[in-house]
């Protein structure tokens, strides 16, 4: 038995959103259980794709999120000449 593993029953249920436009993931929760938040994701991938996001991943899962939306830094590209 691992003492450090984390018992996921302890945690409630969250649907996680990860967009690409905006680069963000989104929580929205908690749920007493997997069925319920089964039943409300497509009505927020729904909402952000009405807010112009795209390329949009959603997934039921349990966790205890600390932030509830996540922007990420947007890529830096360099361009070298030669």
């Known amino acids: 038995m691992n003492l450090f593993?984390?018992?996921e029953s302890e945690f409630a249920w969250w649907v996680e959103i990860n967009t690409a436009v905006p680069l963000c993931t989104?929580?929205?929760g908690p749920f007493d259980s997997e069925k319920e938040a089964q039943l409300y994701r497509s009505g927020y991938v729904e909402?952000?794709?009405h807010e112009e996001a795209r390329d949009i991943i959603a997934v039921v899962k349990q966790c205890q999120p600390d932030v509830l939306t996540i922007f990420q830094d947007e890529a830096k590209v360099e361009i070298s000449t030669f």
Request: avoid cysteine.
């Open 5 to 7: 593993q984390s018992n």
């Open 26 to 28: 989104y929580y929205f």
């Open 47 to 49: 909402d952000l794709y």
